[in-house]
């Protein structure tokens, strides 16, 4: 779909492309009002309750949801893909151990290209549909694998061998801890990993459809959604958000320390959100999911967020500021005994399902995402000494 009905006559757009409508997607969509969003016709949340990562992995990219034997070849496909490839074992050392801090996301950037590279992956330009869906099940399939194994590396153990027996959040869970997990845990973060897969046209969303629209290969366009992802206003918050649990240390201390925050200029993590008015369903669901869990953690995340929004209604008035996916996924995936470092890790883990599946989209409709700014500096041309 076009909205520009004349190339050569500027139109100027909000800033941040806030609420400007860029192209047409049948994957998904967030109604920030409603607190409701959807993966093709099917609430998320729904999805997240009673289907498997899996399930939604073959929604994404066949457009609808397998029936039992069709879900049991998809695993059987897509299981054998987690294995790393051995061009990039030999270099995920140097990449886990660079620099003087542990940057899981920069290390996937790099391996994920060296893989790329390794199988010869080519742009999407010139691929059919099916060589293009078997590049980004390869993508979406080893990322896990990669992000698991450097976290290893980084804490001074080996990388443990995929299992293609685990489903893949299980495998997940245990790629980081090297033990197989309990149900319960599987359960728990399998519902996180199915509600992270895609959440409309966020920024690490849009800028793998603008790479992908230029026919670039589907790691090439992956690896720049994962720069977009790690920036701090987009990657998330969820072990921040369990910072500030961590600063607050017991319920009747939060009123002080969220005033303190606000006074120094700072933002409550895990609150507010650019689309929804209100609750984030995705936080509602992963509430839920930590009180079944339960413990202490639990019952003291509850009465903070219950004081953060009271104290935020009084200091922020008419701003709606209500808890987002960041707070409870934290401890969520605290309670799963997942490590903080690998937080963010877990989201793109599951994020790079839906980047791959805008990616197929995007790379259908042979049209380069190409805007323009408008030029505010010196007068031009200007004399050239
Ligand atoms: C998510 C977020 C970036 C959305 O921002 P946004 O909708 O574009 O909101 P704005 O940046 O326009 O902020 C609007 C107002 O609300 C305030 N605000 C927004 N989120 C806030 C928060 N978490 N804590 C305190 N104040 C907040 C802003 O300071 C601003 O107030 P002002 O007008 O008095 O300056 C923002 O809410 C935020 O930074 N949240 C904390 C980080 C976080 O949880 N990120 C994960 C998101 S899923």
Request: some cysteine; hydrophobic content about 45%; glycine content about 8%.
């Amino acid at each position: 779909m076009s909205l520009v009905s004349d190339p050569v006559t500027p139109i100027e757009v909000p800033r941040g492309l806030k609420n400007v409508v860029v192209t047409e997607t049948q994957l998904g969509d967030v109604r920030g009002g409603e607190g409701f969003y959807h993966y093709r016709q099917y609430s998320a949340i729904e999805l997240a309750e009673r289907k498997s990562l899996e399930d939604v992995w073959y929604l994404f990219t066949y457009g609808q949801l397998p029936d039992s034997r069709q879900l049991a070849e998809f695993r059987t496909t897509v299981a054998p893909l987690r294995r790393l490839p051995d061009e990039v074992r030999s270099v995920l050392r140097s990449i886990a151990l660079a620099g003087a801090t542990f940057q899981p996301l920069a290390g996937l950037r790099t391996a994920l290209s060296l893989i790329g590279a390794a199988r010869g992956l080519k742009p999407v330009y010139d691929l059919d549909p099916a060589q293009r869906q078997a590049d980004a099940l390869l993508v979406s399939a080893v990322t896990p694998t990669v992000l698991a194994a450097l976290y290893r590396i980084r804490q001074g153990q080996e990388p443990v061998e995929p299992r293609e027996d685990l489903s893949a959040a299980a495998n997940w869970l245990y790629m980081v801890s090297a033990a197989v997990p309990d149900d319960r845990k599987v359960e728990a973060i399998e519902r996180y990993l199915v509600s992270t897969v895609d959440h409309g046209f966020n920024a690490s969303t849009f800028t793998a459809r603008v790479v992908a629209s230029t026919g670039a290969d589907v790691v090439a366009a992956v690896a720049a959604a994962i720069g977009s992802f790690s920036g701090p206003l987009h990657g998330g918050a969820p072990d921040r958000a369990l910072e500030a649990l961590d600063a607050i240390g017991t319920p009747e201390r939060t009123d002080a320390w969220v005033r303190a925050e606000i006074l120094a200029g700072r933002r409550i993590m895990g609150f507010g959100h650019p689309v929804y008015q209100t609750e984030d369903p995705r936080a509602r669901m992963l509430r839920g999911i930590a009180q079944d869990l339960g413990g202490e953690l639990v019952d003291f995340a509850v009465q903070v967020e219950r004081r953060v929004i009271a104290v935020l209604a009084e200091l922020k008035p008419g701003r709606e500021l209500p808890v987002n996916v960041e707070f409870y996924a934290g401890v969520v995936m605290e309670l799963c005994g997942l490590p903080r470092s690998m937080f963010t890790p877990t989201f793109a883990a599951s994020r790079v399902i839906g980047w791959c599946a805008n990616i197929l989209e995007q790379a259908a409709d042979r049209k380069i995402i190409r805007p323009i700014a408008r030029y505010a500096g010196p007068p031009a041309p200007q004399p050239v000494r």
